[in-house]
């Protein structure tokens, strides 16, 4: 079979970040170790394959730098990955953990420092963007922005950027995404009430409104009257600039789909309302990080084609991702959130509250359903890059896992932001 598609694919990764690709080596960590899960054969139909010549498979198997778990099929059986994820359960400092310490039993992959050079470079220009391009935020809250890190979160989730330039696409949208969070939804002055409405004002800053020549003025002045909608706007041009087509409407598609996540939130928060776990997770699928991971081939200079994204186990593998890191959120700001007025839903809360346990219980719970979903994900992440041997897939798939790590490295590293609770 021979389609111009098959035969752009075929033709690898092009781009500034194709020869930049630098991974460093996982650093293991005793106690915390990737299992091997017993789990029956996946049929291979369940993965479309286009013809690959046999020295390109040859090539994407040795690519180094990429977990491959012990495990090359699908799924993982929950009470397995659970059982298999229990043994990590000391922090480094011994017992008790520490400022800094991982959350103990939580099952995750260190990474090494970020480049301090990088940081410093990306740390310098995103403030100037936010501060004086965008006047994201007024002096007094400069604090809580630098104290976020994005410079150093960045960094960290992108090891194969080429250039601080590719970085800041991940760090404007980024710092947008916190703004219209904080802004719109909690921290600084957000409410529910009315949130639809801003909500989908401000996605039109990344989905433009097309409309009449009598009309499009005043849409147009719209985007400049609050600092959220600055933010998006001008993050959505630099991207759209660096990206492609398929890639900008990739972006503005997963956009859709957080803004849909917050609004479900809102709505519990308006009628006091505690979700069941499955209803929390469900939210969660949508009010996550995917937005970051999915950008991670337009940072490092390349694109996952289309049809290769569009896989329903590529879908899957991104889908386990961002709900794993999503959940390292729920856990790591666990003190901050509980520390804020009324009832703040997160993993561990909303299982103490329908489940009937103690606070410790709930908490302890959320970091097994957090193990399950990583084993999960790194299982069928090994599955698709090895039933999938197109150069693109392995490198798409070592990008959201570098996310992975660098996102739960950035959480557990921030101080500023993030305690522990005393259940050890």
């Known amino acids: 079979m021979s389609t111009p598609a098959i035969d752009r694919i075929l033709r690898g990764p092009s781009g500034l970040g194709t020869s930049g690709l630098q991974f460093r080596p996982q650093v293991s960590v005793p106690g915390v170790e990737a299992p091997e899960v017993p789990v029956p054969e996946a049929p291979a139909s369940e993965v479309p394959v286009p013809e690959v010549p046999e020295a390109a498979t040859e090539v994407t198997a040795a690519t180094p730098g990429f977990r491959l778990p012990p495990v090359h099929v699908l799924p993982v059986p929950p009470a397995a990955a659970a059982a298999a994820a229990s043994p990590a359960a000391e922090a480094p400092s011994g017992g008790k953990p520490k400022a800094g310490d991982p959350i103990p039993g939580l099952y995750h992959h260190p990474i090494a420092e970020p480049d301090p050079v990088r940081v410093e470079a990306l740390s310098a220009e995103i403030k100037v963007w936010a501060m004086e ?193 999503t959940i390292v959120n729920d856990l790591y700001s666990y003190m901050k959130e509980l520390a804020s007025p009324g009832l703040h839903l997160n993993l561990p809360v909303v299982i103490s509250e329908r489940e009937g346990v103690s606070r410790k219980e709930g908490y302890l719970k959320a970091v097994e359903v957090h193990n399950e979903l990583m084993l999960a994900f790194e299982a069928e992440a090994a599955a698709l890059a090895l039933s999938c041997p197109v150069p693109a897939v392995p490198r798409f798939l070592r990008g959201v896992a570098a996310w992975v790590d660098g996102n739960h490295y950035w959480h557990q590293t921030n101080t500023y932001r993030y305690t522990l609770p005393d259940f050890w």
């Open 133 to 325: 391009e965008v006047e994201l935020y007024p002096p007094d809250w400069e604090k809580d922005f630098d104290g976020f890190s994005t410079g150093r979160y960045m960094v960290a989730c992108h090891p194969d950027a080429p250039s601080v330039d590719h970085l800041m696409l991940a760090a404007r949208l980024m710092v947008a995404e916190n703004a219209v969070d904080d802004c719109y939804c909690e921290d600084l002055g957000g409410s529910p009430i009315g949130l639809g409405s801003r909500l989908l004002l401000a996605h039109t800053a990344l989905d433009p409104l097309h409309t009449t020549t009598e009309y499009h003025p005043d849409w147009e002045a719209s985007l400049s009257s609050d600092a959220p909608r600055r933010a998006y706007r001008s993050a959505m041009e630099y991207f759209t600039r660096a990206a492609t087509p398929s890639q900008s409407d990739r972006f503005r598609h997963d956009m859709a789909r957080l803004h849909l996540g917050y609004l479900a939130e809102a709505a519990w928060d308006q009628a006091d309302h505690v979700p069941e776990v499955w209803e929390y997770l469900a939210m969660r699928q949508f009010n996550n990080f995917r937005p970051c991971p999915t950008i991670t081939d337009t940072v490092g200079g390349y694109e996952l084609p289309a049809e290769l994204h569009a896989l329903p186990a590529m879908q899957r593998v991104i889908a386990l991702a961002s709900n794993a890191t």
